[in-house]
Nanobody, 123 residues
Framework: QVQLVESGGGLVQAGGSLRLSCEASGRTFSIRTMGWFRQAPGKEREFVASTAWSGSFTYYADSVKGRFTISRDNAKNTIYLRMNSLKPEDTAVYYC????????????????WGQGTQVTVSS
């Protein structure tokens, strides 16, 4: 089993920045892909970004490309999502996800999920 805990969410004004963290625990040696998803009120969960744990690939949703950066710290079993130039439409609960196989691109079906952290961007 893998456990994921997100942190770093909060309230920020449009144009501001936040950095989300996701710490993995448990059988972290099995992780091959980690990603960020978000779900806004009344909308379905959507893909934001993902990375191979090895660092061999990264993917971003078109809506965040150029503004968000996914990174990792293997020593801390942690991934990050640096969010710059935040917009009100970025408001959502952000979820961390992990899987034991390589999942490339905007795909669903990740095996492990965190509880989410709220990001609210005011206009």
């Amino acid at each position: 089993q893998v456990q994921l805990v997100e942190s770093g969410g909060g309230l920020v004004q449009a144009g501001g920045s936040l950095r989300l963290s996701c710490e993995a625990s448990g059988r972290t040696f099995s992780i091959r892909t980690m990603g960020w998803f978000r779900q806004a009120p009344g909308k379905e969960r959507e893909f934001v970004a993902s990375t191979a744990w090895s660092g061999s690939f990264t993917y971003y949703a078109d809506s965040v490309k150029g503004r968000f950066t996914i990174s990792r710290d293997n020593a801390k079993n942690t991934i990050y999502l640096r969010m710059n130039s935040l917009k009100p439409e970025d408001t959502a609960v952000y979820y961390c996800a992990a899987d034991r196989v390589e999942l490339r691109g905007a795909v669903s079906g990740y095996e492990y999920w965190g509880q989410g952290t709220q990001v609210t961007v005011s206009s």
